[in-house]
């Protein structure tokens, strides 16, 4: 069967046709031009299913909606007067639109996620929290499966079982199912080389299949028994075990009826700490919208096999002026555009168009779905749970986001800034002794961190000589600025930052300063900050460009947070730097060679040793290796012996 959300699924070369309209292009907003676009459009559409996009004179996408009648639909937005105002600023920038037709409004449904995931348009509700769920997978390509955590896409043979709220979720779920069940958790080439049981064994995590402690035919029960358990049917996997205690304990074999004692509290311990009322649920997901102050949260429940897999907040963007059952409807089709959805969908408040949504999650899932607002009994119970929680979630980030917006405004008057910083770049380097050399950027703004934009830079120009922190920085700051001038040259997209902090003293802000100075960009607030004598955090220097340096008081707030950005960044460069030297301690010379991919290198230094004993073999001994030909055995003794 073929998914409807599969990648392909609404390739727009497939569709119907394609009608593009367009204006001249201006810079700046007029609600008049944008509405003569609108109608000029609307003149070549047809009265059925598709998807439309506006477009601002540079062509990014302000806004993706479906319509059952994309005639009808449009046509709306020219009546500007009785437009909202959010809706009057897109009309005013729209100069062009793009219409892809569709055969059901479905489909449009499913197409309108996808596009609004692809292009994150400023006038569309936006699901901001864009982390993959993790998933349990319980693996189907081997004799002895394994369980494991997974994330993103679902390739490897087997059972998925989720979404889980967090890892955290999974972790406990994933310890539980080791205890109870003694399934391996190990990858497939550790498990082919054990002579011996692991530790795993030793502690009763796992039944030890690698060495034969446990033949096929009892994993396979234990595998059943936990598919059982991740399916809601916990009670007879109870049942089992406790039946299968009394006779060991009957025949006293005190020590298996321990080991089974064993596994059956810990089936009970997360059983217990699974239980939210969702006795007799099935899979279901729950959803509550909760709205205050401007601001939005949806909390949301994930119900399998009537245990609770965690809960989680969600704070969708571009809400304001967006009527909630709206918001409701974009948030759960985007949610489902990367998760299948169960086949209970509650929620608090019924969906805009919701019967057509329920039938465009169910073309995802391949079987019905269903929307319900329940109003009594256990159901409604677990509802009025999340309601709460939406409420206690929302009341937490507006008290963060207030202590956050003070922090701002005091930011700003530090350093003189018109207004608080939206936007704000740390700036670190990270390397040994000149090896392994890197920078590292990552981003902060009012709401948190703004993970997605972190960026890493491979320190490669052969003028920047190893160990040299000057010219690292340099480097830096020459290629983040450069693409931003060449890629936002008006500085319309919020890509640009509002406050540069450098990790460093004056050399390093004296560095940055040339580089901005030879883009001409005179109007990017730079700060260095260093740590003060000692490298004592609480200490920090601050140097501004105009040779100014000034030091805050140790319990200062601000000094707080400027602190937790400045280790943000450390942490992040000392990551990437990690894991780029664990890459170049694993690499071979062999990498090199053209042609030579895993295979051959691999029966290269099995027949030679070292890459030392290959670079010096002779072509006839490079023959001689199995598994490699003759071409490739002088694509390798060329490589070292370029003069023949």
């Not at 069967?1 to 201006?26: C, H, L, Q, W």
């Not at 609108?38 to 598709?50: A, F, N």
């Not at 409807?329 to 209970?344: D, I, N, R």
């Amino acid at each position: 069967m073929v998914r409807p959300n599969a990648p392909d699924r609404f390739n727009e070369e497939k569709a119907t046709y394609v009608v593009r309209g367009s204006g001249e292009a201006g810079d700046k907003p007029d609600l008049t031009r944008g509405a003569d676009v609108i109608r000029g459009v609307v003149k070549k559409l047809p009265v059925r299913p598709g998807v439309y996009r506006m477009l601002d004179a540079r062509g990014d996408v302000l806004y993706v909606g479906k319509a059952r009648a994309l005639k009808n639909r449009v046509t709306n937005y020219t009546q500007v007067a009785r437009l909202p105002q959010r809706l009057q600023r897109m009309v005013a920038q729209t100069r062009a639109m793009e219409i892809v037709t569709t055969n059901s409004e479905a489909e449009a449904l499913l197409l309108e996620a996808q596009l609004i995931k692809r292009y994150r348009p400023p006038y569309n509700v936006l699901l901001r929290d864009d982390k993959s769920f993790p998933f349990i997978l319980l693996r189907a390509d081997h004799d002895f499966p394994r369980v494991q955590k997974h994330r993103g896409a679902r390739r490897a043979k087997g059972r998925y079982y989720g979404p889980f709220a967090s890892a955290g979720s999974v972790n406990r779920t994933l310890n539980a199912l080791q205890k109870t069940f003694l399934l391996r958790s190990c990858t497939d080439s550790f498990f082919a080389n054990r002579s011996r049981p692991c530790l795993l064994y030793q502690i009763r995590r796992c039944s030890a299949p690698c060495v034969g402690r446990i033949d096929k035919g009892d994993y396979a029960e234990l595998v059943s028994d936990a598919q059982d358990f991740l399916e809601g049917r916990s009670t007879a996997v109870q049942k089992r075990l406790g039946d299968a205690m009394t006779k060991a304990a009957e025949a006293m074999d005190y020590e298996l009826a321990a080991v089974l004692r064993d596994r059956l509290k810990a089936l009970t311990f997360i059983q217990g700490s699974q239980s939210v009322h969702a006795e007799g649920l099935g899979d279901a997901d729950v959803f509550a919208l909760a709205a205050k102050g401007g601001q939005l949260c949806i909390a949301g429940f994930f119900i399998r096999g009537g245990q609770n897999w965690g809960h989680r907040s969600f704070f969708p963007a571009h809400v304001a002026g967006v009527p909630e059952e709206e918001v409701m409807a974009s948030f759960l089709m985007q949610f489902y555009e990367g998760v299948p959805p169960p086949k209970l969908i509650l929620v608090d408040r019924e969906p805009d168009d919701c019967p057509i949504l329920a039938e465009a999650l169910g073309e995802t899932a391949g079987r019905k779905v269903e929307i319900s607002v329940p109003q009594r009994g256990n159901r409604r119970r677990l509802l009025e749970q999340a309601v709460r929680n939406a409420g206690e979630e929302l009341d937490r980030r507006l008290a963060e986001s207030s202590s956050q917006a003070k922090l701002g405004r005091e930011l700003a008057e530090l350093f003189d800034l018109d207004e608080p910083p939206q936007r704000i770049e740390i700036y670190d380097n990270s390397h040994i002794q000149g090896t392994n050399a890197l920078g590292a950027m990552v981003v902060a703004g009012p709401e948190g961190w703004i993970k997605g934009a972190y960026r890493k830079f491979n320190i490669k120009r052969p003028e920047t000589q190893p160990g040299d922190d000057f010219a690292m920085m340099r480097e830096v700051f020459q290629r983040r600025f450069a693409r931003a001038i060449e890629e936002d040259p008006e500085r319309a997209k919020g890509e640009w930052p509002d406050l540069v902090l450098i990790d460093g003293g004056k050399g390093q802000v004296s560095a940055a300063g040339a580089v901005l100075a030879e883009l001409g960009i005179d109007d990017l607030p730079y700060v260095g900050v260093a740590k003060g004598p000692d490298r004592n955090a609480g200490r920090e220097t601050f140097y501004l460009p105009d040779g100014r340096e000034f030091t805050l008081p140790p319990n200062n707030a601000v000094l707080f947070y400027i602190q937790r950005l400045r280790d943000e960044a450390h942490r992040f460069a000392i990551g990437a730097h990690r894991q780029k030297r664990a890459k170049a301690m694993g690499s071979s010379p062999l990498d090199e060679v053209p042609g030579i991919g895993p295979a051959r290198k691999k029966a290269l230094l099995m027949h030679f040793g070292t890459a030392r004993a290959i670079k010096g073999a002779s072509l006839e001994d490079l023959k001689k290796a199995p598994g490699v030909s003759a071409a490739v055995a002088q694509a390798v003794y060329d490589f070292y012996n370029p003069g023949g």
